[in-house]
């Protein structure tokens, strides 16, 4: 297990792992206040699966947590009621709406713990294991399980056109942050904390595994997070970057380029370099 960050709040962020990314999720349903972050994991999580862990207290909306199947993810949404698990190829799909609480078996145990109530600090355990089973632990008890047969890379995307179930009225709707990759790739992981506005939404001692098998190469090596969008909120130009690892000579790498629909970067400032 790899500690990915000390707390995550709403608002705020304490002792985050460097090898994550945190980003900003749009708002939704009159509510300002969200957090996220996004790992990558090693490529054992197809054979020995995935876990996020963590303890979590709530007195509005809900989580959402990320985990890497096959070639996609799947999306476990824990809200004061209910848990839902989704497999959506835009996020937009669910948006923060509780997802699709028929791909789950409840145990006697959820009746025990549901609804959660707005003070107690609960103890939450998620794993997908290689051959797509579920299991969500509260508390240390089995509350739910399922089954996985396929997942798809999932679309981060959202037009200025469109919306989704519970979003916001008054504000642009988007995810944003340095490094957030629009578009997920294999073995990405993540949490989302729904916005809140007066209340609280937050994990502490939040852990995942499989997470990166050598720390120290996170920092010096890029990690495949897929086209990121140097934002024009940061000072950016507004177009993607991607990181490809290929060792073609330049002919080769432009045609390359150009089949993914896009070109070699030609870095024009000392801002774009640093941001590459």
């Known amino acids: 297990m790899v500690l990915v960050a000390d707390l995550l709040t709403e608002r705020s962020s304490a002792d985050v792992n460097p090898f994550a990314v945190e980003f900003k999720p749009p708002l939704g349903g009159g509510r300002s206040n969200s957090a996220g972050i996004v790992v990558a994991s090693s490529d054992s999580f197809e054979s020995m699966g995935s876990k996020w862990e963590f303890d979590y207290r709530r007195n509005d909306k809900g989580i959402q947590l990320i985990h890497p199947f096959g070639d ?9 009621n209910s848990i839902s698990l989704t497999t959506p190829r835009r996020w937009i799909d669910i948006g923060y709406e509780q997802g699709n609480m028929g791909n789950l078996a409840y145990t006697a145990a959820f009746e025990n713990i549901f609804p959660l109530d707005d003070i107690s600090s609960y103890h939450v355990q998620t794993y997908v294991d290689g051959s797509g089973t579920v299991f969500v632990n509260v508390e240390n008890m089995l509350v739910a399980t399922g089954t996985l047969e396929v997942a798809h890379p999932i679309d981060f995307f959202i037009s200025p056109v469109e919306t989704f179930r519970a979003s916001s009225t008054f504000a642009e709707l988007k995810f944003s942050g340095d490094g957030f990759p629009v578009q997920w790739s294999k073995g990405l992981a993540g ?7 007066t209340g609280f939404n937050q994990v502490s001692q939040l852990t995942y595994s499989p997470g990166p098998p050598d720390m120290s190469t996170v920092v010096r090596k890029p990690v495949d997070f897929g086209p990121i969008l140097w934002t024009v909120e ?22 390359d380029a150009l089949a993914r629909r896009g070109y070699l970067a030609t870095i024009t400032s000392p801002e774009e370099n640093a941001f590459i």
């Open 72 to 80: 996609g993810q799947c999306i476990l949404t824990i809200e004061r």
């Open 191 to 197: 949490v989302i904390l729904e916005p809140v506005d």
């Open 234 to 255: 940061s000072g950016g130009n507004g177009h993607y970057y991607e990181y490809v690892s290929t060792g073609k000579p330049w002919p080769e790498a432009r045609q």
